[in-house]
């Protein structure tokens, strides 16, 4: 004999309940059936809709009542020949008319009694059985309606009854012995008193129906049909990587049934444990799938972890004192106190000094237990040797489960450093001897984002996902996106590494998406996103909460830089072209470097200096080595160098500059870069980089602009000004040709000074032949003395500026 339980969405609808038939009708060809079901989908929630309202003298439960009478006759009409109806339409009439009048009564007297409630919330079973084995019987198959309700025995318990096993074994293995039918159907989750009295198993008690047949009558197997392809290694609702157990044991399933795992009612594997008989989790919906098979003979995957569950609305309350130190009898005091007001506690520690003890309970209990615990201890209190005991809401218990966690060391660790890492704060921690279940309590803000950030590191080979939000999508923020979808696959294929663009902005518009932005088609989207505010672009970032969040910022604004703390102190990382932060008050600077390594955020602008090439990295290599950085000379601006490069007889300055412009080589504002102060900004990183304390002010900048030029307020007039200087600007070329030399903006560094400027390159000088847009950094050290390291390598561009910042990326998901 075979068990086999619908669960609600299994017998939504007439729809989906052919589908259950199509099931049940296969498998009676083989063997016998017990087949339990629930109520209709939803048809719970409403009978206890309607009997709150009535209680509360609230006529619409007259309404609800109509949906349900409604929702079963329209099953009834689609599942059941017309000439088959009558009698069953009359039955189903009949029942709702009892259930009107018990919500009448509650109305009349205004109060709604647990005997009552588990009266009216087993209609639901009731009419959604009864209607099934209709429906079996005109598919010429021997089928019997039992109510389980007379085979279940519990006691009084209204609400959440405990059953009597010897009892309900005794009557369930007497009907069956002469009860002949290949299928029998029978309604889930109500059962009665030995005196008759209607009494419930709790809500999800229909799995514990089925087990309890399963286990009375020593059943082959317990297959329990539902939506989903069995137990998931972490909720499929929030973490979308989730992945189903093919096997798990009777221990593991409880751990995780327990911790929200909403496929299984928790005390469902009871009854078939002590008979070691194997529950099968399937899908309504994707009958052919493997589902989950629960047994003592889990077959093993090598991953320790089998599951990741949570469970949410928990408070967490502490009682701590002088007080309680060596004092025995505290803990029980406290449990008893507990459980005198039918408080379950789901969570519980305490530290060895016993200065302190902590229990997790629902949130719904928190005001009730506060006020239990503080009058229990109120003596101990009024003499200060306990406080008042602290109660934190709206916490979260998250768990990693598995059956040889025990044999595996440093999984605990790894829990919590992949936490850390993410900023998720731990509230508490618990983990029995078995060592199957690691549990800790976290906000339950946090929930999301660490049931990912878990599954990510223990199920899905390592493979790190990394959230971007992008602010700045011009040549350089094109050309990145661009590399981003170019580069995916390659990413996830050899470094596991998932990238997502969950943000993109631009100083119009802004796009938000959870599950990643659409990379082939992001430009009509943004098109189409919200006005751009920073502000809610920030409380966005801040809302979603996601693992590995990185926020890249490709705009040269100075309001965006300043947005950097903001984003450290939520442990988002941030990367960045824009030298406006790093080139700030050094104290600014400073602030940001430590705020990055006190919330573990990386902080990267390798791309502030040099586009693309490793300048940053590299200084930052020495230092941390021991070398000291005692001189630097550079040309930094690839924008100058290509246009001092291509300054000539036959093109003009202007027309040089135009065109640095058209190829994405200068700023938006070109007068940034001719003016000297990009390069000074450079520059002054690179101080600072390298260990010293300098202010931009203390930089010299020689500029070879005249005042005038200097002076415009847009771009239209700078250029107009570099015309009518443009003898200004030959001068300077015709001293070059004389000198035989050539024009090169550099950058340089030594004891404690530093300036920027024009200056006249001989043949023989590192610098001379640098072409095109090219940069060059010497950095003289205590290692490198006479010979300097160089660096050299293209320094403008928004190819090589965007692959600078991917670099950054990347460096952030290798880490």
Aim: with cysteine; proline share 2%.
């Amino acid at each position: 004999m075979k068990v086999l339980k619908f669960g609600g969405t299994s017998v939504a609808n007439a729809q989906n309940i052919k589908l259950a038939l199509d099931i049940i009708l296969n498998k009676a060809k083989q063997e016998q059936l017990i087949v339990v079901v629930s109520a209709l989908s939803k048809v719970t929630d409403l009978l206890q809709l309607a009997s709150e309202k009535a209680a509360s003298k609230d006529e619409i439960y007259k309404e609800i009542v109509a949906e349900i009478e409604k929702k079963h006759l329209d099953t009834i009409k689609e599942l059941i020949p017309v000439s088959e109806q009558s009698g069953l339409l009359s039955h189903v009439k009949r029942i709702i008319n009892h259930l009107e009048t018990l919500l009448d009564g509650c109305f009349l007297l205004g109060e709604l009694s647990l005997r009552t409630s588990d009266t009216i919330l087993s209609f639901g079973e009731l009419l959604s059985s009864y209607i099934i084995a209709e429906a079996l019987k005109q598919d010429v198959i021997k089928c019997s309606y039992k109510d389980s309700g007379e085979l279940i025995k519990t006691n009084a318990n209204f609400g959440k009854a405990a059953v009597n096993f010897e009892i309900t074994n005794k009557l369930i293995s007497d009907f069956f012995t002469l009860n002949n039918s290949q299928v029998v159907v029978m309604p889930g989750f109500i059962a009665s008193t030995l005196d008759g009295k209607n009494t419930t198993l709790g809500r999800g008690g229909s799995d514990y129906t089925a087990a309890i047949m399963a286990g009375a009558l020593n059943a082959t197997d317990l297959e329990i049909w539902t939506d989903v392809n069995g137990m998931y290694t972490a909720n499929p609702k929030i973490v979308k990587q989730a992945q189903p157990i093919a096997s798990i044991s009777y221990q593991e399933a409880m751990e995780l049934s327990h911790f929200g795992a909403k496929v299984l009612f928790p005390p469902t594997i009871q009854p078939v444990l002590r008979k070691n008989i194997p529950i099968l989790i399937k899908n309504t919906f994707d009958p052919e799938a493997e589902g989950t098979c629960i047994s003592n003979n889990a077959v093993a995957n090598g991953n320790p972890v089998k599951g990741i569950s949570h469970i949410d609305n928990i408070t967490l309350i502490t009682l701590e004192g002088p007080g309680m130190i060596g004092v025995s009898g505290s803990s029980k005091r406290l449990f008893e106190v507990l459980s005198q007001e039918d408080i379950n506690v789901v969570f519980i520690t305490q530290a060895s000094s016993e200065h302190s003890i902590c229990i997790g309970i629902l949130n719904t209990d928190a005001q009730v237990a506060e006020n239990a615990i503080n009058k229990a201890f109120e003596t101990e209190i009024s003499q200060n040797k306990i406080d008042l005991c602290i109660v934190e809401k709206n916490l979260c218990i998250i768990a990693l489960v598995g059956e040889n966690m025990k044999n595996h060391q440093g999984l605990s660790g790894k829990m919590f450093s992949t936490l850390g890492k993410n900023n998720v704060n731990i509230r508490a921690i618990a983990q029995g001897a078995s060592e199957r279940n690691i549990s800790a309590v976290i906000n339950e803000r946090d929930v999301k984002k660490a049931l990912n950030t878990l599954h990510e590191r223990f199920f899905e080979d390592n493979t790190k996902q990394l959230n971007l939000f992008v602010m700045g999508v011009g040549n350089v923020g094109e050309k990145f996106i661009d590399q981003i979808n170019q580069q995916n696959k390659f990413l996830k294929d050899n470094l596991k590494i998932n990238l997502r663009v969950i943000a993109l902005a631009n100083s119009r518009k802004m796009l938000f998406d959870e599950d990643g932005i659409n990379l082939e088609s992001w430009q009509p989207l943004l098109d189409k996103g919200e006005e751009a505010n920073k502000d809610l672009f920030i409380y966005n970032v801040k809302q979603l909460n996601l693992r590995n969040s990185i926020f890249v910022d490709i705009t040269a604004n100075e309001s965006v830089s300043q947005t950097y703390e903001h984003f450290l102190r939520e442990s988002v990382a941030v990367v960045t072209c824009n030298k406006i932060a790093c080139s700030s008050a050094y104290d600014n600077y400073k602030n940001l470097k430590n705020l990055s390594r006190r919330y573990n955020a990386p902080f990267l602008f390798e791309t502030n200096v040099g586009a693309g090439l490793p300048i940053i990295d590299t200084v930052k290599n020495l230092v941390v080595s021991g070398d000291k950085v005692n001189k630097i000379q550079a040309v930094l601006s690839g924008s100058l160098n290509f246009i001092f490069n291509n300054f000539d007889k036959n093109n003009s300055f202007y027309d040089v500059v135009k065109e640095a412009g058209v190829q994405g080589f200068t700023e938006p504002d070109p007068k940034i870069d001719l003016s000297g102060i990009d390069v000074a900004r450079k520059i002054l990183i690179l101080i600072r980089e390298s260990g010293y304390k300098m202010e931009i002010e203390e930089i010299e900048n020689k500029s070879f602009l005249p005042v005038e030029c200097m002076e415009t307020t847009n771009n239209e007039d700078f250029f107009k000004s570099l015309i009518d200087y443009a003898g200004h600007f030959e001068a300077i070329l015709a001293e070059a040709n004389e000198k035989e030399s050539r024009l090169k903006f550099v950058a340089q560094f030594e004891n404690g000074k530093a300036s920027v400027g024009l200056q006249f390159i001989p043949k023989d000088h590192p610098f001379y032949n640098l072409e095109g847009k090219d940069n060059i950094v010497l950095f003289y050290t205590d290692r490198y003395v006479d010979q300097p390291l160089l660096i050299k390598g293209a320094g403008a561009g928004a190819a090589v500026t965007a692959s600078g910042i991917f670099a950054d990326v990347i460096r952030i998901g290798n880490v």
